[in-house]
């Protein structure tokens, strides 16, 4: 008996790679809720305008929207909350030491595929246009 595979929506910052001169990317966790999960599963969500930023020594994901679908639906409040991202201790020092030399810290691409959602995220220097 073969498995269905599924078919994940990927969803891509495009304006990084245009605003932003990007180093090395890392791979890092969400926590999510399990309508958010339903709904980034079926590429409802998008991350223009979305930033990361360090609070306490944690990583968090600001202004990412996660819409909603029919059989879960989201209030206003939880399409755009703060999400926390999961990371390791020196993977957040090295970010952190990046965002102190004037660097900034963009969500790249949400990996849908696979048993988690990841989120692939690179520090990098504003291009001056």
């Known amino acids: ?23 090395d990317s890392l791979v890092v966790g969400l ?5 958010e999960v339903k709904a ?13 930023t360090v609070k306490d020594g944690q990583l968090w994901l600001l202004n990412a929207t996660i819409t909603g679908t029919n059989a879960a639906p989201l209030s206003d ?22 965002k102190q ?4 810290i963009v969500p790249l691409k949400l990996i849908t595929n696979g048993r988690f959602i990841k989120l692939r995220i690179a ?6 246009l």
């Open 40 to 52: 980034l599963r079926l590429g409802h969500g998008h991350l223009r305008g979305a930033y990361v």
């Open 31 to 35: 926590e999510l809720t399990g309508a």
């Open 1 to 23: 008996m073969k498995k269905k595979q599924a078919t994940t929506k990927q969803i891509v910052n495009r304006r990084a790679k245009h605003d932003y001169e990007l180093d």
């Open 123 to 128: 520090a990098g220097r504003g291009k001056k």
């Open 101 to 104: 030399q004037g660097q900034a």
């Open 77 to 98: 409040e939880e399409k755009t909350r703060t999400r926390k991202l999961l990371a390791k201790r020196k993977e957040i020092d090295d970010l952190i030491a990046n």
